[in-house]
């Protein structure tokens, strides 16, 4: 699961904890609780998420749980902060790549590494496709896309495709929450990913950003 402890800033993911291990030993334990909790939701889903449970598989006490995330709500949104950190991380990485290499396809760069990560990352899935998100996930989820989004735009500008204004911020913004719900489609359908549903969003997401992209003369598109 990487460091549990929080990151913050402009824009950063956060993991909500009762309080902040600071010894490496209770970093350690909780990272083990991490851990068991998500084989718990891939194996059990996300309703057997109680403290009762989870302590149980991490073989630590409740009473040390407790100390971190005090019920199922807080190991839900540790979870999930887990699971975005990775996935922005992945865009972080795309960024460089684009800023060093000429993609003839950005979109199918973009969902294939995508549907990568959704392939292995079945926590992520049964936390999605499950029930029982948290309030405060779902906003998480939120400010997620909007940094997904950010990322987006940033390999936009970096393929020289766009120019930094409001209307790419917009534009990638669609283009996230659209490439988001049909990508989630087509895992629920397949836990591959449905090849042809993946295509059809390659396709449609072409021809957006072949729109997008004409928005700026001069610009290669």
Do not use: N
């Amino acid at each position: 699961m990487g460091d549990p402890a929080a990151r913050s800033g402009g824009g950063a993911w956060q993991v909500p904890l009762r309080r902040t291990p600071q010894q490496a030993r209770s970093k350690a334990r909780l990272a083990r609780v991490l851990e068991a909790a998500e084989r718990v939701l891939v194996g059990e889903g996300v309703q057997a998420l109680t403290t009762t449970r989870i302590a149980a598989e991490a073989q630590v006490s409740v009473g040390s749980l407790y100390q971190y995330l005090p019920d199922r709500d807080a190991i839900v949104d540790a979870l999930a902060a887990g699971y975005f950190a990775r996935l922005e991380s992945a865009m972080d990485d795309l960024v460089d790549a684009a800023s060093a290499e000429r993609w003839e396809d950005p979109v199918g760069v973009l969902i294939d590494a995508y549907a990568a990560i959704y392939r292995t990352e079945h926590g992520f899935r049964a936390l999605w496709f499950g029930s029982g998100l948290t309030e405060q996930t779902r906003a998480a989820d939120r400010a997620h896309k909007r940094r997904m989004a950010d990322g987006v735009r940033r390999v936009l500008l970096a393929l020289g495709l766009a120019r930094d204004d409001e209307a790419l911020a917009r534009a990638c913004r669609a283009a996230v929450l659209a490439a988001d719900a049909l990508s989630q489609e087509a895992f629920r359908r397949d836990p591959e990913g449905d090849p042809g549903l993946l295509d059809e969003a390659k396709l449609m997401l072409r021809g957006y950003l072949t729109g997008v992209a004409a928005r700026y003369p001069g610009l290669p598109s």
